[in-house]
């Protein structure tokens, strides 16, 4: 592509930026597929390590998020009730938001030549829940 | 006049990412190269 534009073209990171909301208190999950060009084909990552963690910033809490590969070329990013029950605070419709992102060690042949990439970002929006299995809040 | 080129390094990065969300809705996102 060819350009001769007065403004800067703009290079660099350019993650996927989505909102996902968790019912405080649920099992909540979504699902990363990595596809080659024709979305069909999954790519190959199963040498790629993965971590995803979410912050509170009322708490300064970071929380790790569970990562599995359930299929080839897929990621599911889990946020267990365990955790999700302790975000956001009193009863109303929207408890809290958090940041979070998924973050990709495409391994190299040595430490120097690991590959960092951040392929999602986002904000968790947390909803408020009234019902609550462990007993009163 | 020469021709500049400036090409970022994702050539081993996939091409298309797809977010599935519980509720079975997806979204497709090219990752741009």
């Known amino acids: 592509m060819s350009s001769s534009s007065y403004g800067p073209e703009i290079f660099g990171a350019d993650p996927v930026n989505i909102k996902w909301s968790v019912v405080r208190g649920d099992t909540s999950s979504i699902t990363i597929s990595f596809l080659e060009d024709d979305e069909v084909t999954p790519y190959n990552i199963s040498t790629w390590d993965f971590i995803s963690t979410a912050y509170e910033k009322s708490t300064d809490l970071i929380d790790i998020l569970t990562v599995t590969k359930p299929s080839p070329g897929t990621v599911t990013i889990t946020a267990p009730a365990s955790i999700t029950k302790d975000w956001g605070q009193g009863r109303t419709s929207k408890v809290g938001e958090l940041l979070f992102d998924l973050q990709v060690t495409i391994n190299g042949s040595s430490d120097a030549l690991d590959v960092i990439w951040t392929p999602l970002i986002g904000t968790i929006s947390v909803i408020g829940d009234i019902t609550y299995l462990g007993g009163s809040l | ?33």
């Open chain 2, 1 to 33: 006049m020469p021709v500049i080129k400036v090409s970022e390094n994702k050539n081993n990065l996939p091409s298309v990412i797809k977010i599935t969300y519980q509720s079975g809705k997806s979204q497709t996102f090219k990752v741009k190269k």
